[in-house]
């Protein structure tokens, strides 16, 4: 039993009708017959017709501690009827507290944190810091990843189709990928290829900078290319090089942080880097508009210019980030990311041996992927595929997501408190999808 209402009383249609006469389109839902969420709890969300689903895309891997968690639930009632809204022109407890919090589980000496409403801001943040501590207005980031929506961030995005103002903001350089399932150097990629993605990126800012940079951005794992995993060796290489050009590492866990791959809090603690500055959002509040950029002492004393954030530190923002990290600090998110993602890997294993469209299963504990092919032997991307069997996964009350530069891969990231049963039924669920698409 899940507790969650069957009758919802909402009018499907008109919410759709009024979808297209009032929204911008440019942000288009999944599926050709678009869901309207109603409610959630835990691991499960019911549509406008009563249908539950198992949710394990979680907002874009964000509910990390699973809907409507009653703790969070709790304290935002308490703080929305105490005090709804100070700026930055004041402190709360909150605010500092958050910050305290972020503090005592970030890697290395990152301790001083800024905060906005979401990644793309803490990214926005981020760079501007960078800039103003090193001197410097360059920037180079990897292609396939992806870094949000504002003018900046989309310019620091390698994706075509997530780049409507690519022209607008100069001084970045993109480098190759590291990405192992389609190295351009060997395959399949191994130790020796961190030489040549090194080489790649010191390549670009000897010729296609000033050389003298201020920074390299990077995802831990890069979502929206399609949860790539760099191979181990890569981000200490990355690091090194930067740094020896006077440049800083700017670190992005707005999807990998918080325990989401499982045994360490922070994406690039498996390869143990300590990032200069780290972004963080999604998970950081469990749904609530939260993001964070942490940086040590030396270079948020850098930023000396005026600034504000409005709503950065709302209170009641600040404390459903509290709350959830009171969740997952007693949950061990991180330990349990790993036990439950470690069940979910043999599980998608055992799919790919089913199926030879399957061309790559990756990720790291509970930031899972498949990517799908034509065949295993051209490795040719395809998005039908991925297309029919997002359709047949929300048939069988699955939900998921999909990404990779040609929508090719499917993306998945069930909450961290999801539960051994519900991995289980996950799996069932997304092995009759698998072979509705086979047949």
Not at 98 to 114: D, E, H, Q, V, Y
Not at 124 to 147: D, F, K, N, P, W
Not at 376 to 385: I, L
């Amino acid at each position: 039993m899940t507790g969650l209402k069957t009758s919802t009383g909402t009018d499907t249609a008109a919410v759709k009708a009024d979808y297209q006469k009032y929204l911008f389109h440019c942000a288009p839902p999944y599926y050709a017959d678009p869901l309207v969420l109603v409610q959630g709890q835990g691991s499960r969300v019911i549509d406008s017709e009563g249908r539950e689903f198992l949710d394990f895309f979680c907002g874009i891997l964000t509910t990390g501690i699973g809907h409507c968690h009653p703790e969070v639930v709790e304290r935002i009632r308490e703080q929305v009827g105490t005090l709804g809204h100070v700026s930055t022109l004041y402190l709360s407890e909150n605010y500092v507290e958050m910050a305290k919090r972020l503090a005592a589980i970030a890697p290395g000496k990152l301790n001083k944190s800024f905060f906005t409403n979401s990644g793309t801001e803490a990214v926005e943040t981020a760079v501007m810091v960078a800039c103003m501590y090193t001197g410097r207005s360059e920037v180079i980031a990897l292609r396939h990843g992806y870094s949000g929506r504002s003018i900046l961030a989309t310019n620091l995005t390698a994706h075509a189709p997530w780049r409507p103002l690519a022209s607008g903001i100069a001084g970045i350089t993109h480098v190759i990928s590291p990405y192992p399932y389609r190295c351009p150097f060997k395959s399949p990629c191994d130790n020796s290829c961190i030489d040549k993605f090194g080489d790649d990126l010191e390549d670009a800012i000897k010729t296609t900078t000033s050389g003298k940079p201020a920074a390299f951005i990077a995802e831990t794992i890069q979502g929206v290319g399609g949860y790539v995993v760099p191979p181990p060796g890569y981000f200490q290489r990355a690091a090194e090089i930067i740094r020896s050009y006077g440049g800083v590492f700017i670190c992005d866990e707005v999807q990998a942080g918080f325990g989401r791959t499982g045994g360490k809090w922070f994406g690039i603690e498996h390869w143990d880097v300590e990032p200069d500055i780290m972004v963080m959002a999604k998970t950081i509040a469990n749904g609530f508009p939260l993001g964070a950029t942490i940086t040590r002492d030396e270079i948020a004393e850098a930023w000396t210019a005026k600034t504000i954030s409005t709503f950065g530190g709302n209170p009641v923002a600040m404390a459903a980030g509290i709350a959830t990290n009171d969740v997952m600090v007693r949950e061990d998110t991180p330990a349990r990311s790993a036990v439950r993602g470690e069940q979910f890997r043999r599980g998608l294993d055992a799919l790919q041996q089913e199926h030879a469209w399957i061309g790559e299963v990756r990720g790291m504990g509970l930031m899972q992927a498949l990517e799908l092919v034509e065949d295993r032997t051209t490795k040719q991307p395809s998005p039908e595929k991925a297309k029919a069997l997002l359709q047949a996964t929300k048939e069988e009350g699955l939900l998921l997501g999909v990404g990779g530069l040609q929508g090719n891969v499917i993306r998945m990231g069930p909450s961290m408190l999801v539960t051994e049963d519900e991995i289980a039924e996950g799996l069932d669920r997304l092995g009759r999808a698998c072979a509705r698409v086979a047949a």
